[in-house]
């Protein structure tokens, strides 16, 4: 009860100094700019970076003139912006400015990831979306937000400022969570699920460019976006086809002595279980005998109840686990790695445990992987550091990566 009190009171304490103090003083300061562009933001716990840089190449091929701010980078005109180490959304002050400079340049739609520390500390003060569009709501982030509910209530914040509503109907949690949340705007509610007809074009643009589940429910959601801003299914088709993908989500390093090698964002249970899951999808339909091992971590001071399921999915289904540091910060990483072995039963003979993230990696690629295995690096993605104490240090999965599968054959490049 202390600690959700606690909770509650601090917020009010980010409207004075977030919201007030940053916000609104630079909304003042660059006039508004919220008010001239039409802002389509999109949340979740999992899936939002994948969707809303989709969403932004989708309307860029349906010709229209959008930026986009995730938490990988702000892409506004020709210019590339790092948002910073880790993910969330990004100052208050920062938002203002980057919308200002949006204005400026005479674009006219917006996309914005949006996390639920953004929303709980008001550093969208004066962002009021057309759209806001759902991936999902998963267990994370109630180290911070405490219990689910008000992990939901933080989300639901980004749909009651917005004109139109975008909810997975396929995840039942938060889907009736939020239209309590929600109640008396049911007008204002569109929503997607696996089971709706689609046109046989998009359906089909959809299954072809993305064999992973999670990620044709992200384009699902995308798709009801679009439709909403007029593009049309040809544009939507011809941008999905075209996408490049994102840093870090599902993307392959490389392939050593027939060892392949991914890297994925994946930091959640819900978002492991679906990697893993889709990864062996592949290998079946590869016919591939060989193994599927997985190297991850979780990260210190974050939400500990998730530590003992992300060790249990990863031990399940993987045929080997390799747990290891993740942003530790200032937590002991064999303390991390003990509670994320407690529930491990009898896959306990299934995982191996290597504090030093690179010598984890070393290890699954050089010494334990044999011909015709997948290695999954999971839980960095794209990130470009690791905290260790207060420290935030250079680290990047995909050099890790390239460095292990380089040592096992020099002669690649």
């Keep these: 009860m202390t600690k959700l009190l606690l909770y509650k009171i601090k917020r009010f304490f ?9 916000g609104f003083l630079a909304e003042l300061q660059y006039g508004f700019p ?31 003139k959008v930026a986009l701010v995730t938490t990988v980078a702000a892409y506004i005109g020709d210019e590339e912006i790092d948002t910073g180490f880790h993910v969330t959304t990004p100052d208050a002050g920062d938002v203002q400015r980057f919308l200002a400079k949006m204005a400026e340049l005479g674009i006219e739609y917006v996309v914005l990831e949006t996390t639920s520390h953004g929303l709980y500390q008001h550093r969208l003060w004066g962002v009021y979306p057309k759209i806001a569009g759902y991936t999902n709501i998963t267990h994370e982030h109630l180290d911070y937000h405490v219990t689910y509910q008000e992990y939901v209530a933080a989300k639901a914040l980004l749909a009651k400022r917005a004109e139109k509503i975008v909810l997975n109907a396929d995840d039942s949690n938060s889907f009736r969570e939020l239209k309590k949340q929600l109640s008396g705007r049911e007008d204002d509610i569109l929503s997607y699920s696996r089971s709706e007809r689609l046109p046989t074009s998009v359906s089909k643009a959809i299954q072809d460019r993305f064999p992973q589940l999670y990620n044709q429910m992200n384009a699902r959601l995308v798709y009801t976006i679009a439709k909403q801003l007029q593009v049309s299914d040809q544009d939507f088709a011809k ?12 993307q392959h390093v490389g392939k050593v ?5 991914i890297i994925d964002f994946a930091h959640t249970p819900n978002a492991l279980e679906s990697a893993l899951t889709a990864v062996r999808k592949k290998m079946k339909q590869e016919k591939s005998k060989g193994r599927l091992i997985a190297v991850f971590g979780c990260a210190g001071l974050r939400d500990i109840q998730k530590r003992p399921m992300m060790g249990r999915i990863g031990a399940e289904l993987a ?15 064999w303390s991390i790695i003990r509670q ?74």
């Design 239 to 250: 941008g999905l086809k075209e996408f490049p993908g994102v840093p870090g989500r599902m």
């Design 319 to 333: 045929d080997f686990a390799i747990f290891t540091a993740e942003d530790p910060r200032t937590e002991d990483v």
């Design 14 to 22: 980010h409207l004075i100094k977030t919201g007030l103090l940053r």
């Design 340 to 413: 994320m072995k407690s529930d491990l039963g009898k896959n306990h003979q299934k995982v191996a445990s290597i504090a030093d993230r690179q010598e984890a990696i070393d290890f699954a690629i050089q010494t334990y992987a044999k011909s015709g295995d997948v290695v999954g690096i999971f839980g960095k993605g794209h990130e470009k550091s690791m905290s260790y104490g207060k420290v935030e240090y250079p680290w990047s999965d995909l050099t890790a990566a390239q460095e292990a599968l380089l040592a096992l054959d020099p002669k690649k490049e």
């Design 34 to 64: 919220a008010r001239k562009l039409k802002i389509i933001a999109i949340t979740g716990t999992d899936g939002k970076t994948s969707s809303s840089t989709l969403l932004y190449y989708i309307l860029k091929t349906a010709g229209k």
């Design 257 to 261: 002595k027939n060892i392949q090698v």
